[in-house]
C-alpha cells in the first residue's frame, strides 16, 4: 500500500473532489503513482487534507468513472494495472453523461424563469382580452406584440416603424421563411466558411447553392466577400456578428461597415442573424443599424432567454419586404404562439426581459471562467458572455476519432463537419449551456480535458 501519497490540493479553485482527482491524475501521469499501487485508505486521505470523509469518496468516484483507478470492495483502490494504460477510459454511468452538443442558454437560478412564467401568464389570464388574444393572429404578429418587438430591437437597432417589424416562430422558421422570400432555388448565398447547421439545412430544402467566405479571428473577411461576390454574384450573405455559432468571433464596426459596402455595391441582401446580439453589453451596432435598407436582421429569444419561447423578431428592409415575409411565415407556421408572443411582450414592458438576459450573461461569465481553467493550455476561442466555445484539437487526434472516444465517456459534443461548407478543420464546438450545474459543467470538461492530454493510442477501445 501507498501509505505516503499526500496531495496538495489547497491552491486550486473549484470544488475539492475535482482537486483530489486532478492530482491524482496528475500524479499518475508522472508516474509517481504506478500502475497497480495500492491507494491509501479514505479515511487516511481525508484527515490527511482536512477534508470530510465523502469528499474523498465522492474523489474516488469520479476517478474510478474516468478510468484512473479500479476499486473492489473490502481491498481498497488501486491505480489501474499497467496492462490497461492509466489514461485509459470508459463510460461513466448514465448519471454522469454531459451534454455539451445543445447549445441553448443556462437557466440559472437568478433568472427566476418559472416564478417569472407562472406570475406572468397569471397575469396575461387576468387580463382583459385574454381569450382575444388566444384566437389566430395575423402571420407577422399583432399590432402589440409587434410594438413590443420594435421596443426590444430598439435598444440595439435604433427607432423602426412598427410596418417593418414583424414577429415569427422562433428563428429557424423566420430563415426558411426570409430564404423563401428573397431566393430562388439555384440562387447563390454566401456563408462563413464554418456557418450555422440549421442555415445549411434550410438552404438545402430550398435548392440554394452555398459559397463559403474566408473567416478569421475576427470573423468574415470584407475582402474575401467581395471576391465572391465578383466570382460568384450572390443574391444574399447569411451571418452571424456577434459571437458566431460556432467559432465565437465578433466583426468589430469596420468590418460591417465594410461589408454593407461590398453588399449595396453588388446588389446583394444580409441576412442578419443576431441570435447572440442581446447578450453582450457593448456589442457593436448590428449591420442592420448600419444598412437596414439591404438588411434582414434576426433576433430570437432562444438563445439569450429560452428556447421553449419559441419567438423571434425580424426587422426588414421595408413594408413590401414585410408583406413577402408575412406570406412566407403564413405558409411555414401560420403564426407565432400567441400565449408565447403575449408573455414576451408582457416581459418586455415590465423590464423582466432584460432581467432574464443579465442573469443569463452572468451565468456564462461564471461557466466560461470554469471552463477556461479546466482547458487551460489547450487552444480555445470564447467570449465571456457566450455559452459556447470553440475548440482546435490538438495534435494528433483527428475530429471523428476524438468524438468516438468522448462518446464513449458520456460527452456529446459537435464536431466541426456540422458547420463547415467544404473542407473541415479538426475542431469541436462545445456548448456549455445544457449542463445543469457549475459542479456536472467541471465535471465533464475535466474528462474533456484529460481526453484531449492524452494521444488516442493511450486510450483503449470500450467493446
Same mark, same amino acid.
Given at each position: 500500500?501507498?501509505?505516503?501519497?499526500?496531495?496538495?490540493?489547497?491552491?486550486?479553485?473549484?470544488?475539492?473532489?475535482?482537486? *483530489?482527482?486532478?492530482?491524482?491524475?496528475?500524479?499518475?501521469?508522472?508516474?509517481?503513482?504506478?500502475?497497480?499501487?495500492?491507494?491509501?485508505?479514505?479515511?487516511?486521505?481525508?484527515?490527511?487534507?482536512?477534508?470530510?470523509?465523502?469528499?474523498?469518496?465522492?474523489?474516488?468516484?469520479?476517478?474510478?468513472?474516468?478510468?484512473?483507478?479500479?476499486?473492489?470492495?473490502?481491498?481498497?483502490?488501486?491505480?489501474?494495472?499497467?496492462?490497461?494504460?492509466?489514461?485509459?477510459?470508459?463510460?461513466?454511468?448514465?448519471?454522469?453523461?454531459?451534454?455539451?452538443?445543445?447549445?441553448?442558454?443556462?437557466?440559472?437560478?437568478?433568472?427566476?424563469?418559472?416564478?417569472?412564467?407562472?406570475?406572468?401568464?397569471?397575469?396575461?389570464?387576468?387580463?382583459?382580452?385574454?381569450?382575444?388574444?388566444?384566437?389566430?393572429?395575423?402571420?407577422?404578429?399583432?399590432?402589440?406584440?409587434?410594438?413590443?418587438?420594435?421596443?426590444?430591437?430598439?435598444?440595439?437597432?435604433?427607432?423602426?416603424?412598427?410596418?417593418?417589424?414583424? #414577429?415569427?416562430?422562433?428563428?429557424?422558421? #423566420?430563415?426558411?421563411?426570409?430564404?423563401?422570400?428573397?431566393?430562388?432555388?439555384?440562387?447563390?448565398?454566401?456563408?462563413?466558411?464554418?456557418?450555422?447547421?440549421?442555415?445549411?439545412?434550410?438552404?438545402?430544402?430550398?435548392?440554394?447553392?452555398?459559397?463559403?467566405?474566408?473567416?478569421?479571428?475576427?470573423?468574415?473577411?470584407?475582402?474575401?466577400?467581395?471576391?465572391?461576390?465578383?466570382?460568384?454574384?450572390?443574391?444574399?450573405?447569411?451571418?452571424?456578428?456577434?459571437? &458566431?455559432?460556432?467559432?465565437?468571433?465578433?466583426?468589430?464596426? +469596420?468590418?460591417? =461597415?465594410?461589408?454593407?459596402?461590398?453588399?449595396?455595391?453588388?446588389?446583394?441582401?444580409?441576412?442578419?442573424?443576431?441570435?447572440?446580439?442581446?447578450?453582450?453589453?457593448?456589442?457593436?451596432?448590428?449591420?442592420?443599424?448600419?444598412?437596414?435598407?439591404?438588411?434582414?436582421?434576426?433576433?430570437?429569444?432562444?438563445?439569450?432567454?429560452?428556447?421553449?419561447?419559441? *419567438?423571434?423578431?425580424?426587422?426588414?428592409?421595408?413594408?413590401?419586404?414585410?408583406?413577402?415575409?408575412?406570406?412566407?411565415?403564413?405558409?411555414?407556421?401560420?403564426?407565432?404562439?400567441?400565449?408565447?408572443?403575449?408573455?414576451?411582450?408582457?416581459? *418586455?414592458? =415590465?423590464? =423582466?426581459?432584460?432581467?432574464?438576459?443579465?442573469?443569463?450573461?452572468? =451565468?456564462?461569465?461564471?461557466?466560461?471562467?470554469?471552463?477556461?481553467?479546466?482547458?487551460?493550455?489547450?487552444?480555445?476561442?470564447?467570449?465571456?458572455?457566450?455559452?459556447?466555445?470553440?475548440?482546435?484539437?490538438?495534435?494528433?487526434?483527428?475530429?471523428?476519432?476524438?468524438?468516438?472516444?468522448?462518446?464513449?465517456?458520456?460527452?456529446? #459534443?459537435?464536431? +466541426?463537419?456540422?458547420?463547415?461548407?467544404?473542407?473541415?478543420? &479538426?475542431? *469541436?464546438? #462545445?456548448?456549455?449551456?445544457?449542463?445543469?450545474?457549475?459542479?456536472?459543467?467541471?465535471?465533464?470538461?475535466?474528462?474533456?480535458?484529460?481526453?484531449?492530454?492524452?494521444?488516442?493510442?493511450?486510450?483503449?477501445?470500450?467493446?
Amino acid at each position: 500500500m501507498l501509505e505516503s501519497w499526500n496531495p496538495t490540493i489547497a491552491g486550486d479553485a473549484g470544488p475539492k473532489y475535482l482537486a *483530489i482527482v486532478k492530482a491524482l491524475a496528475e500524479d499518475i501521469r508522472a508516474g509517481r503513482l504506478p500502475p497497480g499501487v495500492r491507494l491509501p485508505p479514505q479515511r487516511a486521505l481525508a484527515k490527511h487534507l482536512n477534508v470530510d470523509l465523502t469528499t474523498v469518496t465522492r474523489a474516488f468516484n469520479v476517478a474510478r468513472r474516468s478510468g484512473l483507478i479500479d476499486a473492489t470492495a473490502g481491498r481498497g483502490s488501486f491505480v489501474r494495472a499497467a496492462a490497461r494504460p492509466a489514461a485509459e477510459m470508459r463510460r461513466p454511468d448514465p448519471a454522469g453523461s454531459v451534454d455539451f452538443s445543445m447549445n441553448m442558454p443556462p437557466q440559472p437560478v437568478l433568472a427566476r424563469l418559472a416564478e417569472r412564467m407562472g406570475a406572468g401568464l397569471s397575469r396575461l389570464a387576468g387580463s382583459p382580452g385574454f381569450l382575444d388574444r388566444m384566437q389566430y393572429q395575423d402571420s407577422a404578429g399583432n399590432l402589440a406584440d409587434r410594438t413590443a418587438a420594435v421596443q426590444w430591437l430598439g435598444g440595439r437597432l435604433g427607432p423602426l416603424p412598427v410596418q417593418r417589424v414583424l #414577429v415569427g416562430g422562433g428563428a429557424q422558421a #423566420v430563415l426558411g421563411a426570409v430564404l423563401a422570400a428573397i431566393l430562388k432555388p439555384g440562387d447563390a448565398l454566401c456563408v462563413p466558411a464554418l456557418t450555422y447547421p440549421g442555415l445549411r439545412m434550410a438552404a438545402e430544402r430550398r435548392g440554394l447553392r452555398l459559397v463559403p467566405v474566408a473567416c478569421d479571428e475576427e470573423g468574415l473577411d470584407p475582402d474575401a466577400f467581395l471576391e465572391c461576390c465578383k466570382a460568384g454574384r450572390p443574391r444574399a450573405l447569411y451571418l452571424v456578428p456577434t459571437l &458566431d455559432n460556432p467559432t465565437t468571433a465578433t466583426l468589430p464596426r +469596420s468590418r460591417r =461597415e465594410r461589408i454593407a459596402e461590398v453588399a449595396r455595391s453588388h446588389g446583394v441582401a444580409i441576412i442578419e442573424d443576431d441570435a447572440y446580439g442581446a447578450l453582450p453589453p457593448e456589442a457593436p451596432a448590428p449591420i442592420a443599424a448600419i444598412a437596414g435598407d439591404i438588411t434582414w436582421h434576426i433576433a430570437t429569444l432562444s438563445k439569450c432567454v429560452s428556447p421553449g419561447l419559441r *419567438i423571434a423578431y425580424v426587422a426588414v428592409p421595408g413594408t413590401n419586404e414585410a408583406v413577402r415575409l408575412s406570406a412566407e411565415l403564413r405558409a411555414i407556421n401560420m403564426m407565432a404562439s400567441p400565449l408565447a408572443a403575449a408573455l414576451a411582450s408582457q416581459w *418586455i414592458a =415590465e423590464g =423582466e426581459l432584460d432581467a432574464v438576459v443579465a442573469a443569463i450573461r452572468q =451565468e456564462n461569465g461564471l461557466r466560461q471562467s470554469v471552463a477556461r481553467e479546466a482547458l487551460r493550455g489547450l487552444d480555445v476561442r470564447a467570449h465571456p458572455c457566450g455559452h459556447h466555445l470553440w475548440l482546435r484539437l490538438p495534435e494528433p487526434w483527428r475530429r471523428g476519432e476524438f468524438g468516438a472516444h468522448a462518446r464513449q465517456l458520456g460527452l456529446s #459534443v459537435i464536431l +466541426s463537419d456540422a458547420f463547415a461548407v467544404g473542407p473541415a478543420p &479538426d475542431a *469541436i464546438r #462545445v456548448s456549455l449551456g445544457a449542463a445543469p450545474d457549475a459542479e456536472t459543467l467541471r465535471y465533464g470538461l475535466s474528462l474533456l480535458a484529460t481526453l484531449l492530454t492524452h494521444p488516442p493510442g493511450a486510450i483503449s477501445t470500450v467493446v
